[in-house]
Every structure is written in structure tokens, then in C-alpha cells.
């Protein structure tokens, strides 16, 4: 079994190594790549990539970490609550009777649940193109995909020149 993620955030798309411990639980690693999920040729691709290789074997770390410290440090951002709230997250588990696809919905609290309307079970032989294609084209959809909009300039006017004089001042 291999398992891949891929979050959507901001309008852009974040894809760490997912490695295997020993303990057989899998973790978030280095290297981690973000892409600009308009630059759909670069997006697909490194999508491919991760999902035709196995997962890297690593030790089982010694006290738990943050989920997904390095998918925030990548972002710059420090708290996974704030990230959750405006994300999506894409896990692949190709297995060898099937492969699943799922991505997260919001729960009542505004975080990640599973949700089995967004759950696929799909043939085992399924290209890594392929899946790549079905979770780019479903990440399109999503509010999540737009880039966060740039706040509004803020217009100042220049103070008012002479004043011309009121109507009955003339």
C-alpha cells in the first residue's frame, strides 16, 4: 500500500513526502513542494510523481509531532488550526485491490472531517495520470483553489485645494 496527500490552500497546492515509520503509521515529511494550482502542467506532474512511488521508510520518531508541521513551515504559517479552516485535503491510498481517494469536508466546528460523499473507490491499475487528472480537475472546484484576495487599496484624497466660494458667498 502507498498513501499520498495533497492540500489545497490559498490557490496553491502543497505536496509533502508521506513516509512510512516503523510503527506502520505514515507522517508528513520533507522534501515538500508548492505549486500554484494554475500552473496546471507543473501541478499534475508532481502529483504523478508522488503517487507512482512508494512510500519512504523512516524510524518511528520518538514523541509525536504536530501533524503536519512541515506542510505548515512550507506556508510560513505557525498554528494548524488556522490552516485547517481554509484547506482541503486529498489522501490517495492505493492498495492492492483498490485505490482510494477522499478529500475532507468541514464539520460543524469548521474542521477536517471525513466525509463519504467525497470518498471514490477506484480500480487498482489507475494510472498515476489518471489520478492525477480526477483530484486536479475536483481541486478546480473548490473555493480553496482561488488565490486569498488581496486586500482593497486604501484611497487617501489630497486635502482640498481653495475651496471655490459657496454660491452665496459670491
Known amino acids: 500500500m502507498t498513501l499520498a496527500r495533497f492540500y489545497l ?4 497546492v502543497i505536496m509533502p ?4 515509520t516503523e510503527a506502520g503509521f505514515y507522517t508528513d515529511v520533507e522534501p515538500v513542494s508548492v505549486v500554484d494550482i ?8 508532481s502529483m504523478q510523481a508522488m503517487l507512482a512511488r512508494p512510500n519512504p521508510q523512516i524510524p ?4 509525536p ?6 506542510v505548515l513551515d512550507a506556508l510560513g504559517l505557525k498554528k494548524w488550526i488556522a490552516f485547517e479552516k481554509h484547506a482541503v ?3 490517495v491510498h492505493r492498495r492492492q485491490d483498490d485505490t482510494v481517494v477522499y478529500a475532507t469536508g468541514r464539520g460543524a466546528d469548521g474542521m477536517w472531517i471525513r466525509r463519504k460523499d467525497r470518498e471514490s473507490h477506484l480500480a487498482s491499475d ?8 480526477t483530484i486536479y480537475s475536483d481541486m478546480l ?7 486569498p484576495a488581496a486586500p482593497a487599496p486604501l484611497m487617501l484624497l489630497p486635502p482640498p485645494k481653495d475651496k471655490p466660494p459657496a454660491e452665496e458667498e459670491r
Not at 494554475?38 to 506532474?45: F, H, M, W
Not at 518511528?60 to 514523541?63: F, L, N, S, V, Y
Not at 489507475?126 to 487528472?133: G, I, N, T
Open 65 to 70: 509531532a504536530e501533524p503536519g508541521s512541515v
Open 38 to 45: 494554475r500552473d496546471a502542467q507543473l501541478v499534475k506532474e
Open 126 to 133: 489507475r494510472s498515476a495520470a489518471d489520478l492525477a487528472d
Open 89 to 91: 485535503l486529498y489522501t
Open 9 to 12: 490552500h490559498g490557490g496553491q
Open 17 to 20: 513526502t508521506v513516509a512510512q
Open 141 to 147: 472546484r473548490q473555493p480553496e483553489a482561488s488565490p
Open 60 to 63: 518511528t520518531p520518538a514523541a
